[in-house]
């Protein structure tokens, strides 16, 4: 096994994935969470000036906010970043923490339970959003200047904060088309593509990645539309597969096309000239990502040939096929 198998199978086990997002959209996402927390910081402070609030504590905004602002300006498509998530998540958490704090004090134990006792609720009311946590346990572990204010905690900061950044992340994603802020709007205004579809052995549909996504019975961060959006598109691409490569040509790097643990991506390290017989006719490949993780190996160019599905290259740290022309 080589350093570098190695180097690739820890940064798989820590999550250090590829990602595929522009410069642009990196840029747009943190100038969004700067605008974001100020914005809170000012419209709170402006309600509690105007009189339209009423607070003695002097605390403008939770730390959890962060939390919210990275998903709201960052993954504003995403499950969790959906207002109902957002809102509910922190109320919840954070009436759950207040009656915690009430009811038992601030032990470890208490603080557990809250978390614990927020997550579950999250859960069943559909509105789970990993800040609210957070919530919770602020509140149990916060000192005087947070538990003295009691249920009150809810409204100021809480609700106020809620009020400001959810009608920041839906100003400052309006701006951006493709960023459209609850995730219905983005799914509402997109423009699709109709293409004329091919003869497939299989038809994929939502159901049946619902159908998987409730097998894996893991959270999964993407909406309903969201996933309809996603299926589309995966379609729209396998619709341009071609069902192997006109050529295996040295130098040039291929996938196999599947998905999952068999899924493969090879590159022709050296192969035989054109016109040789058909048994001595031979590619050297190496595997650069998938199964059988950077072996070295030699076949017949046909039996390459058979597997490869089509040719690919690498771009934005992704692996995307090469458009073949007609």
Request: proline share 4%; net charge neutral; glycine share 8%.
């Amino acid at each position: 096994m080589t350093i570098k198998h190695l180097v690739n199978e820890f940064l798989l086990l820590s999550g250090f994935t590829a990602n595929s997002t522009s410069h642009t959209e990196k840029i747009i996402s943190a100038f969004g969470g700067l605008i974001g927390i100020s914005g809170v910081f000012l419209i709170t402070h402006l309600l509690i000036q105007t009189g339209t609030l009423d607070s003695t504590s002097g605390i403008l905004v939770i730390a959890s906010m962060g939390a919210s602002a990275v998903l709201l300006f960052a993954v504003p498509h995403g499950a969790l970043s959906q207002p109902w998530a957002v809102a509910g998540g922190h109320i919840i958490s954070g009436f759950i923490g207040v009656s915690c704090f009430k009811l038992f004090g601030n032990t470890f134990i208490v603080s557990g339970a809250a978390v614990g006792t927020a997550i579950g609720a999250m859960y069943y009311l559909r509105c789970i959003h990993p800040p609210g946590g957070a919530t919770a346990l602020t509140v149990v572990m916060g000192g005087s200047v947070i538990t003295d204010l009691g249920y009150q905690y809810l409204l100021v900061p809480i609700a106020a904060n809620l009020l400001a950044i959810l009608l920041l992340s839906l100003a400052y994603n309006a701006l951006f088309t493709w960023r459209r802020y609850p995730a219905h709007l983005a799914h509402k205004f997109k423009k699709t593509v109709t293409t004329k579809p091919k003869d497939r052995q299989f038809e994929l549909t939502h159901e049946d990645f619902a159908a998987a996504m409730q097998e894996l019975d893991s959270y999964v961060d993407i909406t309903p539309e969201g996933l309809a959006d996603l299926l589309e598109l995966a379609k729209q691409h396998a619709e341009k597969n071609i069902t192997h490569p006109p050529e295996i040509i040295a130098g040039h790097i291929y996938s196999n096309g599947k998905i999952g643990s068999l899924w493969s991506i090879r590159q022709i390290v050296d192969a035989s000239p054109k016109n040789s017989r058909p048994h001595l006719d031979k590619v050297i490949y190496k595997v650069l990502a998938g199964d059988g993780g950077y072996e070295t190996n030699i076949c017949l160019r046909s039996e390459f040939h058979q597997w490869a599905r089509f040719e690919v290259i690498k771009h934005q740290q992704q692996w995307i096929k090469v458009e073949v022309d007609d």
